[in-house]
């Protein structure tokens, strides 16, 4: 059974940072492309960022040149590092598998003053 379970959300001032991690199990995470997804009240889910098993990088480009997407094979681990923090970067963000086809339950980003 594939899992895969975020932390590391959290409220923060604009311009901050925050680091998530998306923990896979029961998977081969190494050979799989896995993705960051957003979804903010009231509004459809959103792709942020992707990576491919060698990774390659897709962001959309809201994010693009403040967040950067990585992934440690080893760990079977992927991050997101998000810098420089907006209000409109505040929603759940989850991180999914795309050859399962797997969510995980998602961690809260806050962005305030």
């Known amino acids: 059974q594939v899992q895969l379970v975020e932390s590391g959300g959290g409220l923060v001032q604009p311009g901050g940072s925050l680091r998530l991690s998306c923990v896979a199990s029961?998977?081969?995470?190494?050979?799989?492309?896995m993705g960051w997804y957003r979804q903010a009240p009231g509004k459809q889910r959103e792709l942020v960022a992707s990576?491919?098993?060698?990774?390659?990088?897709y962001y959309a480009g809201s994010v693009k040149g403040r967040f950067t997407i990585s992934r440690d094979n080893a760990k079977n681990t992927m991050y997101l590092q998000m810098n420089s923090l907006k209000p409109e970067d505040t929603a759940v963000y989850y991180c999914?598998?795309?050859?399962?086809?797997?969510w995980g339950q998602g961690t809260q980003v806050t962005v305030s003053s």
């Open positions: 999914k598998n795309w050859f399962t086809n797997s």
């Open positions: 029961g998977t081969i995470f190494d050979i799989q492309t």
């Open positions: 990576i491919t098993r060698v990774g390659n990088t």
